[in-house]
C-alpha cells in the first residue's frame, strides 16, 4: 500500500482543515488507517485511527471533540476533519496504514507498517 497524504496549510487558531491521505493497491479495504502527527523536537504522536471492519474509531484525547477521522473506502480514501485548530496542533501529519484489525490501543506506531510522507499544518496564533 502507497500513501499520499495532502490538505495540510496555514491557518488561524479557530480555523479548520481537511486531511486527506489517498490509498494504492489492493485491499484498501481491509486497512485499519490511522493519523499520526510530529511536531519540531517532539515524539510522534498518534492523533486518531478507524477500523475497516466496521468503521469504529479511536482518537487521543487531545483531539477528541475537535477532529473527525473517516474513511471512503470507493475512493481508497481517509480524511481526517479538523475544527477549532490551536497552535499546539501545529506539526507535519502523517497517515499511516495497518494490515489488521483490533480492539484496544491503536497508538503505537509500531502496529503501522505502511506510511505516507507528510503533510505540514501550521496554526498561527
Known amino acids: 500500500v502507497q500513501l499520499q497524504a495532502s490538505g495540510g496549510g496555514l491557518v488561524q487558531a479557530g480555523g479548520s482543515l481537511r486531511l486527506s491521505c489517498a490509498a494504492s493497491g489492493r485491499t484498501f479495504t481491509t486497512y485499519t488507517m490511522a493519523w499520526f502527527r510530529q511536531a519540531p523536537g517532539k515524539e510522534r504522536e498518534f492523533v486518531a485511527a478507524i477500523s475497516w471492519s466496521d468503521g469504529r474509531t479511536y482518537s487521543a484525547d487531545s483531539v477528541k471533540g475537535r477532529f473527525t477521522i473517516s474513511r471512503d473506502n470507493a475512493k481508497n480514501t481517509v480524511y481526517l476533519q479538523m475544527n477549532n485548530l490551536k497552535p499546539d496542533d501545529t506539526a507535519v501529519y502523517f497517515c499511516?496504514?495497518?494490515?489488521?484489525?483490533?480492539?484496544?490501543?491503536?497508538?503505537?506506531?509500531?502496529?503501522?507498517?505502511?506510511w505516507g510522507q507528510g503533510t505540514k499544518v501550521t496554526v498561527s496564533s
Open positions: 499511516a496504514a495497518a494490515a489488521a484489525d483490533w480492539y484496544g490501543d491503536h497508538s503505537d506506531n509500531l502496529n503501522y507498517r505502511y
